[in-house]
């Protein structure tokens, strides 16, 4: 799987959304992307990536877009 | 008896003296590896941490940081992260004791014993507590103080922080139950350490009259309560405070 089907993948299973809302996904602009569904979203970034997050990043991660920003830039995911 | 940490990673902070120091040495008597933080590099303290690996068949690691330097906390959390290891256990003992009546207390020192006695704890336990989301399994405690419930006279900045860390103990063992994580406080009386002799002896005096037990208590005694919490003998016991202080108030 590439990297951007697992990301993908990620959003998808942990904030229960359908991969056409992805583009324009941002925090809390869904049910599922509530607090609780952040952190969930954050362990399965970690998992299927096998990274640990840091704080700052994770408070970043406003969007399916800043996350890939995110992983690019500070953990050397290329997508 | 069982070697009630055996086969468990522990993170333990403060490890150079005092409550630290002897709990580094239950921990280890008990089968715990350990990473133990300290403040600077120590010889006695690298030669202690040698022989208790040595006697008791584990591993302990130095890990060297200073509370008051937030990107030097996190080097040090992030060399422990790098170990990939599953991390059983996070005991948050390193702190500082100021005294000053609250008229006599800066708004700068305040701060100062604030960043040492509750934010680095929080940073650390973010980095450690995120590892044991991972696993959904984990004890944390946080070293506060019986100043931090009862208060004590010239000790505003010290028992506010304390406060502040119970309160967050509260707070942080709700959010992090559902992860298999408990998270208690454990709050000292007077015990003999370095820090409370360095209290002046009449308030040391006052205080060790208040205790149903009337004497200071020994680092071990603490380090005990440490070890039950930190064991799975305390297994359904999370958001607590637990009073380690001869029956003070």
Not at chain 1, 5 to 30: A, C, D, H, M, R
Not at chain 2, 2 to 29: P, Q, S, W, Y
Not at chain 2, 153 to 169: D, H, N, R
Request: aromatic share 8%; hydrophobic share 40%.
């Amino acid at each position: 799987m590439t990297n951007i089907n697992k990301y993908n993948e990620s959003f998808i299973t942990s904030l229960q959304v359908t991969g056409e809302q992805l583009t324009s996904l941002t925090y809390q602009s869904v049910e599922g992307w509530d607090s609780v569904g952040h952190m969930n979203l954050i362990a399965v970034l970690e998992e299927v990536f096998d990274i640990m997050m840091e704080t700052d990043d994770i408070i970043d991660l406003s969007s399916y877009e800043k996350g890939k920003e995110i992983l690019t830039t500070n953990y050397d995911i290329e997508f | 008896m069982d070697k009630l940490l055996a086969n468990k990673n522990v993170v333990l902070t403060g490890c150079l003296r005092g409550i630290g120091k002897t709990t580094m040495e239950v921990f280890a008597r008990n089968g715990a590896n350990i990473f133990a933080c300290a403040q600077y590099q120590d010889i006695d303290f690298e030669n202690t941490i040698q022989k208790l690996s040595a006697e008791n068949g584990i591993w302990i690691k130095p890990i060297y940081f200073d509370l008051s330097d937030i990107e030097s906390i996190k080097t040090g959390m992030r060399m422990i992260i790098s170990e990939k290891v599953q991390i059983d256990g996070l005991v948050n003992i390193a702190g500082m004791v100021y005294n000053g009546l609250f008229q006599m207390t800066s708004i700068e020192k305040m701060k100062e014993v604030f960043e040492i006695d509750f934010f680095s704890q929080m940073l650390i336990t973010q980095y450690i507590s995120k590892i044991m989301m991972k696993y959904k399994s984990g004890s944390i405690v946080n070293i506060a103080s019986i100043a931090g419930i009862d208060g004590n006279p010239g000790q505003v900045a010290y028992s506010a922080a304390k406060a502040a860390l119970i309160g967050s103990t509260k707070t942080i063992s709700i959010e992090l139950g559902q992860y298999g994580i408990r998270v208690n406080a454990l709050a000292p009386g007077v015990i003999l350490t370095d820090m409370t002799r360095a209290l002046p002896e009449d308030k040391f005096n006052n205080l060790i009259k208040k205790a149903e037990i009337p004497r200071a208590g020994e680092p071990e005694e603490v380090a005990k309560v440490l070890l039950y919490l930190i064991s799975d003998l305390s297994s359904y016991i999370t958001g607590q405070i637990i009073r380690v202080d001869g029956g003070i108030g």
